[in-house]
């Protein structure tokens, strides 16, 4: 939802120096402008690794308020410092969780995915350890962290922010030991080509885009779409995805860009979209919109026209809230989001924080991921696999060659304030 209030200052900071996840950061209920941090701590020493016990899942996951005043302080679960008892008297595997903890605010987000990632390891914790490893914002701190988690555990998940991530892949260090990074890095910089020890396993909503686009050709081919964006940067971004594979596809399709004010389309935009509409008579449309600016689009035009989006235009499922406006509308988001009777969801606690958005939700859900990848890769080396995450179907190869990760989320209907499954998609 929009953010109009000092309020959700802080917020939008943490989320736009997290930056390439699936949801974009410069939008209401987004996680990923491609933008440098625009805080800047002064490097530390990295604190003694802490020892996790697990999160008590029925009880409330407690992080810095998403709308905090800067300078306010992260809270964290209590954690004891009880190692996991390993079978047969076999060390224990130790994973060291790379988290921005010390930052003001990156707290919510590194809290949200600290959670997650300690309420798969409840489940499965026998022969493992968690370690948590606390960071600022700086990539200073981040590559002085990071070389002490490679030191004192076997392999590390982390760190969050893209910045980060960007640091460890492009600053010569060796990633000597198993390493799965929760973002993207920026691509700048990092000489090439990734380690073979480096699995990138972030968010990304132009892997969405693209997602969408293969799944729009499927249920219309030779379609012609019309792309409509807003001028924001993480728009621009999947409408340009989506425009590239639909093109790759063999496919036709117009882009229109409509400005903005506060987060609502402009009159004019709205009426020179209803005017091509008319005037072109698309046969779908791709809507790098929010679920706000998506409501506007189709009071304006209505729902004759098939509409597809990526996560971005998901307005959530609160409970007695229905939008007739977006009903019939085509999306995809993470399992965790529009699947809750999927098996691999339902044997997950739900995050009952106080201060709960559908971002902060979807990196809890890439925390239970985090612990199941770093759990599956330390089981069985240098194997590939898939499994039914709470982000979505995931594949893997690691340790045998380049990492190679895939994704893909489920596709779905928006009908009546809930989702449906679409049947289609891959």
């Given amino acids: 939802m929009l953010i109009k209030s000092l309020k959700g200052l802080l917020a939008v900071s943490a989320l736009t120096m997290l930056s390439a996840c699936s949801t974009p950061c410069d939008r209401p209920g987004g996680l990923c402008a491609p933008i440098e941090p625009n805080t800047s701590v002064a490097p530390a020493q990295p604190r003694a690794p802490e020892v ?8 409330e996951v407690e992080t810095m308020p998403v709308d905090a005043p800067p300078g306010a302080v992260a809270e964290h679960p209590r954690a004891a410092a009880v190692p996991a008892a390993a079978p047969d008297n076999k060390a224990a595997t130790r994973i060291g969780l790379l988290l921005p903890t010390r930052s003001d605010a990156l707290g919510p987000p590194a809290g949200a995915l600290r959670a997650g990632f300690m309420a798969a390891y409840e ?10 490893i606390e960071t600022g914002d700086s990539p200073q701190d981040v590559l002085a962290a990071y070389t002490t988690a490679l030191a004192q555990n076997d392999i590390v998940v982390g760190p969050l922010a893209r910045s980060a991530v960007s640091a460890i892949a492009g600053a010569g260090v060796a990633v000597s030991k198993p390493t799965v990074a929760l973002n993207h890095p920026d691509g700048r910089g990092t000489g090439g080509a990734l380690s073979h020890n480096l ?6 909503i132009e892997d969405e885009a693209r997602q969408v686009a293969r799944w729009a050709a499927s249920e219309h081919p030779g379609a012609r779409a019309l792309v409509v964006s807003g001028a924001n940067a993480w728009q621009r971004r999947i409408a340009s995805a989506f ?5 790759q596809l063999g496919n036709e399709s117009q882009t ?8 609502y389309l402009s009159e004019a935009g709205i009426s020179q979209l209803r005017n091509r509409v008319d005037a072109e008579q698309p046969t779908l449309l791709f809507t790098a919109l929010d679920a706000d600016q998506l409501r506007q689009v189709r009071a304006s035009i209505g729902t004759s026209v098939p509409a597809y989006g ?4 998901n307005p959530g499922t609160e409970p007695g809230t229905a939008l007739a406006e977006l009903d019939g509308v085509r999306l995809l988001d993470l399992p965790w989001e ?32 985090a ?10 080396p240098g194997a590939s696999f898939t499994m039914d995450g709470v982000t979505g179907r995931l594949s893997v190869s690691f340790g045998d060659g380049p990492a190679r990760f895939e994704r893909i989320e489920p596709t779905a209907v928006y009908q009546g304030g809930s989702f449906k499954p679409s049947g289609g998609g891959q």
Avoid at 52 to 59: D, G, R, T, Y
Avoid at 256 to 263: F, P, T, V
């Fill in 256 to 263: 229109l860009e409509l400005a903005a004010s506060n987060g």
């Fill in 52 to 59: 996790l016990a697990p999160v008590i899942p029925e009880a």
């Fill in 310 to 313: 990526t996560s971005s235009v």
């Fill in 123 to 132: 489940r499965d914790r026998t022969g493992f350890e968690v370690n948590l």
């Fill in 199 to 204: 699995l990138v396993i972030g968010l990304s």
């Fill in 338 to 369: 529009v699947q809750p009777d999927h098996p691999a969801v339902m044997v997950y606690p739900r995050w009952n924080a106080s201060r709960r958005t559908l971002d902060l939700d979807r990196l809890y859900a890439l925390g239970i991921d």
């Fill in 243 to 247: 425009a590239a594979q639909w093109k």
């Fill in 371 to 380: 612990f199941r990848v770093a759990r599956e890769i330390t089981l069985h």
